[in-house]
């Protein structure tokens, strides 16, 4: 009961303290740095959920992020959609998409579903550059414009920064509230051994095709969010690499644990803007962490067994290991 | 000119064969996606481009060029997978995702992303058959792959270290209770792993005339994915058919289809072939373990 209190106290502290970041910084780079993280933030957790709770290795999230990018551009620039409704539907175009690859792959074992997943980013980096009447080619689509609520415009970094905030908030709640219910057990269940969650009578197949469709209606909701600030598409945002990148995120904050991406996005969008050499070789360092990482924290940094709780294993193995000390000394006397 | 695009589809083939019978090998027998395949055989490329542009004689230069990617893989295999062997498949995939990025990284920051021609002193003449050109190199290519192919099936058949390695793939602890030194074995697995590939992407340069970075990966891990997905995993025949096939797939599109969507077109095709034959064409005889 205290704990769960506390919980909920500290929760409203780290909103309450991001909520007057802006205030605090006056930067406007910063700004845009946190701005850039809160929307990465929204697909390091669907990779979450798709990899580390239900364990399908998908490697082209980076493609579902384009597709929602792409739809929101074009929906927004040459329709002439208001931003409300091209978000919306970004969100229900990468899931539709999300959907009929999931349907595809609902029976195909782990290699073959990576491989797909790897196929269907190529085909979108292909589409989006060869494409030229729909997706500008090379040029991409220019002139988004920003984000706008029935006639309030979000066009500052500051003003999209709660925007950003909000998409945030509401995507981590519902995808907490996803992988805490009946949805979410079932997902872990099939990442741990999916014959036997079919003998648990857990509709495997049904259950792969709706975390995949989830989790890419918030690439693309995200998706969107990020070529309205940016108001620019570019194909080149959308690569293989990208997605790697995007993987890692989820990865070194930890498989399965939701602050955790958090934390490995902050860490990997955040770093390389502080340094021009973490920069230029971040991919280098990505390769690396990704390495390290596996041989001794495959967890994360938050995961289960992950680094935090090595941490606090340690604390209380000295904590023990000082009383009993204290204890001897005390029956010696 | 139908004629001639089978045959340049042929002997791209056949170069892709090459590098998927390394990979082949490998993920048959561990069932490991080795990510980092294409980047450790294109890092052991560079170091034969590397010693030919200072100098060295191109025999003695791809000789150490085989040893190097014999000894990257074996280093890979000893420090990014085998501590990982057994916890489950994302761990392990995940960690060559990373071997290869640091390969590939390594790459970019010696060499760069610039275009080199590879001179071995070596060309190829061309044939001409009544309106058909073939490459002499081509067909020396195709041999090469069927040549290797033979000699690690008479390898795996007939050697004690062969007939360990198929022990491996079968089961890795009744291996091991039969007193197959598995550390050491799967360690050499690698390493011809890692040798064909340098000796397959040393081909493909020649064939090119060029090297550059994306030999590893775009060029490399995934054709060789590709090839023994449609061949079948762990097949060797398997893993040279699916080459052709691919080869003939990607020089028939490129004519006949569309250049620009080469690759969306191919992808969309194996994904099309994966839902419908998921076992390739010559699947292996291990059932799928639970």
Redesign the interface.
Known sequence: MMDAMLKNKSRILLLAFALSLPMIITDEYWIRILNVFYTYAVVALSINLIVGFCGQLDMGRSAFMGLGAYCSAILSVKLGVPFALAFVLSGVFAGVTGAVLGFLCRKSTFDYLTLVTIGFNVICQVLFLNWIPVTGGVMGISRVPPPDFFGFTFDTNTRFYYLALAFLVCSYAVIRRITKSKMGRAFEAIRDDSVAAEYAGINVQYYKILNFTVGSVFTGLAGSLSVHYSQYASPFNFTLDESIYQLQMAILGGLGSLPGSLVGTFILVVFPEMSRAFYEYRLLFVGILMVVMMLYFPNGLLGNAGVGERLIGVRCRVAIRRQLKAGERNGRQ | MLLQHMINGLSIGSVYALIAIGYNMVYGIL?L?NFAHGDVYALGCFVVLGLITAGINPIPAVAAGVAAGYLLNMLVER??YR??RF?G???????A??????????IL?VWGPETYPLRLGFRGTRIYLGGIVIGTLQIYIFFAAVFFMLLITIMLKKTKIGQGIVAISQSIPTAALLGVPVNRTISIVYGIGGALGVIGGILFCMYYDTIFVGIGFALGT?KA??AS?IGG?GSLKGAIIGAMILGLMESLVAGYVST??K??VI??A??MF??IK?QGFFPSQIA?K?
């Open positions: 069932e996606l420090f990014a501590p990982v916890s498949r994302v761990t392990p995939t995940i960690s995702v990373g071997v290869a990025y640091i390969m590939r990284n390594l920051k995934i994915w590709m997905i995993v620009l969507y690759d969306a992808w969309l194996l994904i994966i839902l998921p799928e639970i």
